[in-house]
């Protein structure tokens, strides 16, 4: 039997595509292992979407032959699909492929003779959502169900269109099958993601992402559902009312701002401004007073002047997120931004960025001190790797949280109470527990 690694950079999309490739796999007779093990193979899912991304990628690449220098590498994902060429003469990988080809990989690797192999197809040629079988996340208490494909938004900054190609959704009836699947498996929670998740159901014609999640909401044996990342522009008022009509939806929504200042918005070709992005605050707040709302800041974006940072500090230091995802300003080719004058210094860029995380530390504190008196459920993951005696797991607000416990299996259901913040988690006092 042949030995398969896995390793996966990137997004929660690319998460469920390495799932759907371990599938193919075992389907196959492989037998999967870390990948830190002796592989006969090793598969790199990779990322592309900053500069860091695409180095951990070649990282993890020259990780596994330095692991077994007879196994055969296979690269796979965005930087494949992206910097094919590149990513053969740095990495000496046997095959490299594109997003396309996720779907056959194995058919691929079964073909190799020795001799490498690139094989990468044009993305936007994908017309129609495609995949084969459902994904195998047995060993999860959150699975994510990937729903969408692609973005037609192209903002200035993004490879992600070139990568994965124009917006596809999955057909319903699909989805619902996989995820009743998982919940007959006692599956109790699912993530609901894709690429550009609010464009879900706009190429059937006859389904949009409410109608969807109103349909998950009814499938039994389902505790929760979360969503992935959302655009501010479809946070309507009748989005969020219908959504508060879900009982098992958590009330964590992150949503992307990527900047607080209107001038760099256009720069960035966003389809917002900083009002839209304040309604759709409202909105939210209006129907879920409790909600937790994260979101993504871009800082040093060229042209970005320290009056524009000042706009995105003050929008931000009003928005009351309780958690920001700060990432410096990356150029990837062959994006609008690649060419774009007025650079900003890497000095400069690090600090705005540390300025940002520190408002983020002080927007967690102040959200967990306003949802201090609550109790919070929270699903047990697995035994804390940081502080010993603890399990930890994340409630429906999408906090981290660690906790004594003597009877919690991973899948547990646990009430709690907030007591300390710890490092970017909180502590908890166990109130009562049990499983659904």
């Not at 490299?96 to 073909?111: A, R």
């Not at 389904?207 to 929760?224: C, K, P, T, Y």
């Amino acid at each position: 039997m042949t030995n398969v690694a896995f390793a996966t950079l990137g997004c929660k999309v690319n998460q469920y595509d390495t799932d759907l490739m371990k599938t193919s796999f075992l389907e196959r007779g492989y037998s999967l292992v870390g990948f830190d093990s002796m592989a006969d193979v090793y598969v790199v899912n990779t990322c592309t979407v900053t500069g860091m991304a695409a180095r951990k990628s070649r990282q993890m690449i020259a990780r596994a032959r330095k692991r077994n220098a007879d196994a055969v590498i296979v690269v796979t994902g965005c930087l494949g699909q992206l910097e094919s060429n590149e990513v053969k003469k740095m990495t000496g990988a046997d095959i490299v492929t594109g997003n396309v080809e996720k779907t056959n990989i194995v058919d691929i690797l079964e073909d190799y003779s020795g001799t490498p192999v690139m094989k990468v197809d044009d993305i936007f040629k994908e017309l129609e959502y495609s995949q084969y079988g459902f994904s195998t996340q047995e060993e999860r208490t959150r699975v994510f169900i990937k729903v969408q494909d692609g973005c037609d938004n192209f903002c200035s900054y993004c490879a992600i269109p070139f990568a994965r190609g124009r917006s596809r959704s999955r057909k319903a009836e699909e989805v619902l099958e996989e995820i009743k699947s998982y919940a007959d498996k006692g599956t109790k929670e699912v993530v609901i993601t894709g690429i550009h998740l609010d464009a879900y159901g706009q190429d059937l014609g006859d389904s949009s992402l409410m109608d969807l999640l109103e349909a998950v909401n009814e499938i039994s044996g389902l505790h929760r559902m979360r969503l992935g990342s959302l655009e501010p522009l479809s946070i309507t008022q009748d989005f969020v009312k219908r959504a508060a009509s879900l009982d098992k939806l958590c009330h964590h929504f992150h949503l992307s701002l990527q900047s607080g200042c209107d001038s760099t918005l256009e720069r960035m070709k966003r389809r917002y401004t900083t009002a839209d992005f304040a309604e759709a605050l409202s909105n939210i707040r209006k129907y879920f007073p409790d909600a937790a709302i994260t979101t993504d800041i871009i800082v040093g974006f060229p042209g970005e002047t320290e009056s524009e940072f000042r706009e995105t500090y003050d929008f931000v230091s009003e928005a009351g997120f309780m958690k920001i995802h700060v990432f410096r300003f990356s150029a990837r080719k062959g994006t609008l931004a690649y060419g774009m004058p007025d650079k900003v210094p890497g000095d400069i860029k690090k600090h705005r960025s540390e300025i940002l995380s520190t408002l983020s530390e002080k927007g967690f504190a102040e959200y967990i001190k306003s949802v201090s008196s609550q109790s919070h459920e929270v699903i047990a993951e697995r035994e804390s790797p940081e502080v010993k005696g603890y399990w930890e797991g994340h409630t429906d607000k999408y906090v981290r949280t660690l906790f004594r416990c003597s009877d919690c299996i991973p899948g547990s259901f646990h009430k709690v109470n907030f007591e300390k913040i710890g490092n970017d988690f909180v502590f908890s006092s166990l109130r009562c527990s049990g499983r659904v």
